[in-house]
């Protein structure tokens, strides 16, 4: 399979660990690779680096390559625009870490998606951590929790994906009664809630991780996130599984629920934590 990375600039640890990866884990796929990016990092040429394709344009990968990666996990602003130069082709594309930055940039590539044919899936990592394996994804549960760390903008999707790895997709409205810095969100899916906090702060990531716990018939089932090289490895398998044909286990849609419900957290904590509808 020929592969193509498309990213703002792919001096990034993502770039670096599925790399890494391909040559490794997963040598045994045939991956051959061509990439691109669209501002390279200063004094740093990836691609001659570590020897790997270069491309001159997003259209070239896109001609080249069996499926996508659009990976920018630092710069999410740029999947829609790569997203439009993408689609079109038909090919199985994969976005790395969240759709997109902004609901209405995900409601476009969802549509457009689906209008061309196009096969997309995008995914944190951690929805794919070894220690959430057993977890439900929307079974019967009574009540949950997810811990995460890092600034929301960037980060909160991992702690999201994590809740969502607990308590399943369909979540009705959301509350956000934390501070910019200390992020306490609700999810309300009507049979059940979902809280999720997630801090910042220079050590957060030693001392908190990610976390999640949920209630079963009175009784409570907990994972710590500890295998984090792991998260990445089954991530990537379940990306190449899916640029071969196998159906994902989060659809479109529910991407496109995890940007809604990242965005209504900044609504409802804008508006001093009230709640905010999403069906």
């Known amino acids: 399979m020929k592969l193509g990375f498309v990213d703002h600039h792919l001096a990034n640890y993502h770039a670096d660990v599925f790399l890494k990866l391909l040559r490794s884990t997963y040598a045994d796929r ?16 990836w691609c001659d680096r570590n020897q790997v394709a270069r491309a001159e344009s997003v259209g070239e990968v896109v001609d080249r390559s069996d499926a ?4 920018a996990p630092d710069n999410l602003d740029a ?10 082709a038909g090919k199985p ?7 997109a930055d902004r609901v209405v940039d995900a409601r476009m590539i969802i549509e457009r998606a689906d209008r061309h044919g196009t096969p997309i899936f995008s995914s944190s990592a951690l929805r794919y951590a070894a220690e959430l394996a057993d977890a439900p994804s929307g079974g019967p549960i009574e009540s949950g929790f997810a811990r995460g760390y890092g600034a929301w903008a960037g980060y909160g999707i991992h702690t ?4 969502t790895r607990v308590g399943g997709f369909g979540v009705r409205r959301v509350i956000d009664t934390g501070t910019a810095e200390d992020r306490n969100v609700t999810l309300d899916y009507g049979s059940h809630r979902i809280t999720v906090d997630c801090h910042s702060g220079a050590n957060a990531g030693d001392v908190l991780g990610w976390s999640a716990g949920y209630r079963v018939g009175g009784e409570w089932r ?8 792991g998260i990445y490895r089954r991530t990537l398998g379940v990306y190449l599984d899916f640029c071969a044909g196998v159906t994902p286990d989060q659809t479109p849609q529910q991407a496109g629920e995890l940007v809604e419900v990242h965005a209504a957290a900044d609504r409802s904590l804008a508006a001093g934590g009230s709640w905010i509808e999403l069906r």
Not at 79 to 88: D, G, S, T, W
Not at 160 to 163: F, I, K
């Open 30 to 45: 045939g991956v051959d690779l061509i990439a691109y990016e669209s501002d390279p990092a200063s004094g740093d040429d």
């Open 68 to 71: 996508i990666l659009i990976l």
């Open 79 to 88: 999947h829609a625009r790569f997203a439009e130069q993408v689609l079109p």
């Open 93 to 99: 594309v994969v976005f790395d870490k969240l759709l």
């Open 160 to 163: 999201l994906a994590v809740a």
């Open 222 to 229: 907990t994972a710590t996130v500890t295998d984090y090289p």
